[in-house]
């Protein structure tokens, strides 16, 4: 069974493009390319990496495949595509040539509409990505998770997966809703969740492995362990922790499963998801 990272991302920086990157992320201020990151994922024994997109362009999309065709090691690429083009269609049927593309993604955490996920035309968007074989990643805040539980109801053959367990407020433990939310989201068996990018969500200087525990729990107890999968969140994470602190997180926690639901979380399920061979 291939050991995947299922979640990171290489981008040429711009300062424009990626204002995102303040200064106090400043370690990330660069260039991060697939040579950058074999190195460490052989140092921790993966054999491979699913690659999403950090920017909403079709030109995003050529980039990362680019990078994939160039980089065995890339196994997937998680890219954009307007799902609310009236001729979206045409773009996906377009993408289904290329076997490494295997999904995609709106930065939705990012939009000024909480609910734009459910716009009409959007709905329209994700209710074709089935026919053509794509899966989503929903990339959200807490206080969406409502309307992305809504969004999966309506498409319950529809692959789904959320990114970075929808980003509870760790630093500050303000919970709120997030465990019911979770709980009721992944009750849609179509619905499954990365156990990634929790570093940043934490105190970046200051957090502590058990921090993340309560976090972890919920998202085990709800999903189980054929519906979670392990990633990095890569170069991301560096804000907060290098790639082995991120990973020993994990790698503690799951140290008490058996080696076969271990095998899952850090690979089995990715590949069945995003149908890597």
């Known amino acids: 069974m291939l050991k ?4 990171n991302h290489f981008w ?19 260039d991060f390319l697939p040579e950058d990151f074999h190195s460490v994922l052989k140092e921790h024994g993966f054999d491979g990496c699913v690659v999403v997109q950090s920017e909403q362009s079709e030109q995003e999309n050529e980039f990362q495949l680019g990078n994939a065709v160039a980089n065995t090691f890339v196994k997937a690429v998680v890219g954009w595509v307007d799902l609310q083009d009236a001729a979206v269609e045409k773009r996906l049927e377009y993408y289904q040539s290329f076997s490494l593309l295997k999904g995609f993604r709106h930065l939705l955490q990012g939009e000024q509409d909480r609910s734009f996920m459910l716009r009409p035309a959007f709905k329209n968007g994700i209710s074709l990505l089935r026919k053509y074989g794509f899966t ?3 990339l959200i805040f807490p206080d969406q998770l409502k309307y992305a539980e809504e969004l999966v109801a309506a498409f319950p053959y529809q692959k789904f997966v959320i990114d970075h367990i929808a980003k509870p407020l760790i630093k500050t433990k303000e919970e709120g809703s997030w ?3 979770v709980r009721a989201i992944a009750k849609h068996e179509n619905v499954h969740c990365k156990i990634s990018g929790m570093v940043t969500e934490a105190d970046w200087k200051n957090w502590k492995k058990e921090d993340f525990h309560p976090y972890i729990n919920t998202v085990v107890e709800a999903f189980g362990a054929k519906r979670i999968m392990y990633g990095s969140d890569w170069p991301v994470c560096k804000v907060a922790a290098s790639y082995t602190d991120t990973l020993n997180v994990v790698k503690e926690y799951f140290s008490k499963f058996s080696s076969d639901e271990q095998a899952d979380f850090f690979g089995g399920n990715a590949c069945t998801f995003y149908n890597i061979q």
Do not use: L
């Not at 040429?12 to 303040?22: A, E, G, H, Q, Y």
């Open 4 to 7: 995947i990272d299922a979640h």
């Open 12 to 30: 040429k920086f711009d300062p424009v493009r990626d204002s995102w990157i303040n200064d106090e992320m400043k370690i990330i201020q660069r």
């Open 136 to 138: 989503y990643d929903i």
């Open 179 to 181: 465990h019911k939310d």
